[in-house]
Every structure is written in C-alpha cells, then in structure tokens.
C-alpha cells in the first residue's frame, strides 16, 4: 500500500499563504485602529482643554492700585505753585485743617489752623469774598 | 462747610502740605 504523499505542493499551498497574509493585515489594521481610537480621546481632552483656560477671565497685566482717598472731592484743587504765588502775592488766606499739634509742627506762613469741625463755628473770621486756600497732609 | 456757609472761592492744594514741603516752599513753626 503506498504511503500517502503529505508534502503539498506550492500551488496547493498558495491560497493559504493568502488566507494568512489577510488574516494578519486585518488584525493589524484592528488593532492599529484600537490603538489609534485610544489616542483619540486624548488628543481631543488637550483641544477641549484650551476652551476650560481660556474660559478663565484673565488676569489683568497691571492691576489698579489702590486710590487714595481724596477728601471733599468735588473742591478745587490747585497746585502747590499756584499756592505759593497766592501766598507770595496776599491773595489768599490758607486754612491747616490738620489739627493744632500738626499746625505748631509746621504749617504754611500765615495760615489758620481749622479742623472741619470747627468751621461752623469759626465762620465769622473769614470774609465771604477771600479766595481761601485748604491743606491737610 | 466753607461752600455751604457762601464762600464761594475754595480750594484746596493738591497733594496738601506734603506737596508744598516736596516743592521746597516755606513753612513756620509755632515755638
């Protein structure tokens, strides 16, 4: 009895090689798009990311200091020259509303001392027509 | 006080006395 021939012939062998040739480019085109379809998300969390930043209201570049508080804002204000010449000229008469202790420290040549809260009462030493000239610190 | 009691020409130095002393402008003290 003859012994079968197992040794296949290439030609036989040809649809096989096919077969696993395509086997193996769909598995890898499988998992190369599992691999791809997880660095998706990630790639669209750093896009969507951008909108979270800049959503924040951003910082301003300098921000404003802290104003002084300016007392009696709607009176005049005059410069310090102005006030000299006013001085140098007689033409007006300056009130230190410091305060006395401020006042015998130091305050402009012929000026009165007087606080606002005594001027209701001290009205009477100044006259209606005197361009009066006001300074605190 | 002083607008309210009809004065009606006051001011006020810019700055106070600190700018006055800055610009080198006299001042007098009391003995």
């Known amino acids: ?137 | 006080m002083l607008i309210d009691g009809g004065f009606t020409k006051v001011t006020a130095i810019r700055g106070g006395l600190d700018a006055w002393l800055e610009a080198g402008y006299p001042i007098e003290q009391m003995p």
């Not at chain 1, 197992?6 to 769909?26: C, E, W």
């Not at chain 1, 998300?41 to 990311?49: D, E, G, I, K, S």
């Not at chain 1, 305050?107 to 005197?130: C, F, N, W």
């Open chain 1, 1 to 137: 009895m003859p012994s079968p021939d197992r040794s296949a012939r290439p030609s036989q062998l040809a649809p096989i090689y096919l077969i696993f040739v395509g086997v193996l480019l769909i598995v890898g085109s499988l998992v190369w798009l599992i691999v791809a379809a997880q660095e998706v998300p990630a790639a669209q969390l750093a896009v969507t990311a951008q909108p979270v930043v800049a959503t924040q209201p951003p910082a301003p570049p300098n921000p404003p200091a802290a104003t002084p508080r300016i007392p009696y804002p709607g009176v005049k204000r005059v410069s310090a020259a102005d006030a000299k010449a006013a001085l140098d000229l007689g033409t007006a008469v300056f009130i230190d509303t410091r305060g006395d202790p401020y006042f015998k420290n130091g305050h402009i040549p012929g000026a009165i001392s007087m606080t606002s809260s005594e001027v209701p009462d001290r009205l009477g030493e100044l006259k209606s027509a005197d361009w009066i000239i006001t300074y605190c610190t």
